[in-house]
């Protein structure tokens, strides 16, 4: 038997396989197109940039270097491993540095280490490793990004009998 309710008319489908598009239709579409470019484009050079200065940033929470562009005085240490540093640090001040003295009348090149000054490499090197890690870490790395690094004091050391005994030495 042959039911003829069953059989559907496939002359009157809800959905077409081919639809015509309208120009303004079109002008829509080509519309929102242009939008999603237009977002996706703003986005891009907003995230990318970010994501970069992130990695950047956690690359060097990961592998224990200082931050980049980081100084002691004059000396740089950004992106420097703690031993790096203050090998860095004890060459250019306890090595390399000469302090200026005078009476008023004459002058002296001295190294700090015949005045009994030395720098605490260490202490310092642990404070510039610090830098971006502490509770205000992000203010500091802001102000890193916008090209004012925080300052750095060296931790100088004093050893009395010494400074005495090079000024006497003068």
């Not at 200065?53 to 950004?78: E, K, Q, S």
Request: hydrophobic share 40%; aromatic share 6%.
């Amino acid at each position: 038997h042959l039911r003829l309710d069953c059989i559907m008319d496939i002359t009157r489908q809800p959905y077409p396989y081919y639809t015509r598009v309208r120009p303004a239709q079109r002008k829509r579409y080509k519309v929102q197109w242009m939008a999603f470019i237009v977002l996706t484009g703003s986005f891009s050079l907003v995230l990318l940039p970010l994501m970069l200065l992130a990695g950047i940033y956690l690359l060097h929470l990961t592998t224990g270097r200082i931050l980049p562009t980081l100084m002691v005085n004059d000396t740089g240490i950004g992106s420097l491993t703690r031993a790096e540093a203050a090998a860095r640090l004890d060459a250019a001040w306890n090595d390399d540095r000469l302090l200026v003295a005078s009476d008023g009348q004459r002058t002296w090149q001295i190294s700090p280490g015949d005045l009994g000054l030395s720098l605490d490499t260490q202490a310092t090197v642990e404070q510039a490793y610090q830098v971006g890690r502490g509770p205000d870490g992000m203010n500091e790395v802001l102000s890193l990004l916008i090209g004012r690094p925080p300052s750095i004091a060296p931790q100088i050391v004093v050893n009395q009998t010494a400074a005495q005994t090079g000024l006497e030495n003068l």
